[in-house]
């Protein structure tokens, strides 16, 4: 999983020897697992497993973002509902406007 992880999110081990020691192999060995397609595909789906875990705070904080008036949020969100560009009766207030999602029917 840590092949997948971006840096920032790496801890301690920051570099390839670094998870090699860790692992108690030689660097050649994580080279190796770097351009292995198998073991890049078990990363990245360990990877999207982690990440999906994280997805119910991220919408929180979405929409409280959007709930607080933030138009950058509104849109995003309103897109991720799928409620933008379609003749939803919704509108997306503009920065100078109320700052909030009006209802327009």
Not at 37 to 60: C, H, P, T
Not at 84 to 96: H, I, L, M, P, R
Request: aromatic share 6%.
């Amino acid at each position: 999983m840590w092949l997948g992880l971006p840096e920032v999110m790496r801890g301690d081990i920051k570099t390839q020897a670094d998870m090699a020691a860790v692992l108690g192999v030689g660097k050649d060995v994580i080279s190796r697992w770097c351009r292995d397609e198998y073991v890049l595909q078990i990363a990245d789906s360990a990877v999207k497993l982690f990440l999906g875990r994280e997805v119910g705070n991220v919408m929180k904080a979405l929409i409280e973002k959007a709930n607080s008036g933030d138009v950058p949020a509104i849109r995003l969100f309103m897109d991720l509902i799928g409620e933008t560009g379609k003749d939803s009766g919704t509108k997306v207030a503009s920065e100078f406007e109320h700052k909030h999602v009006i209802r327009t029917t």
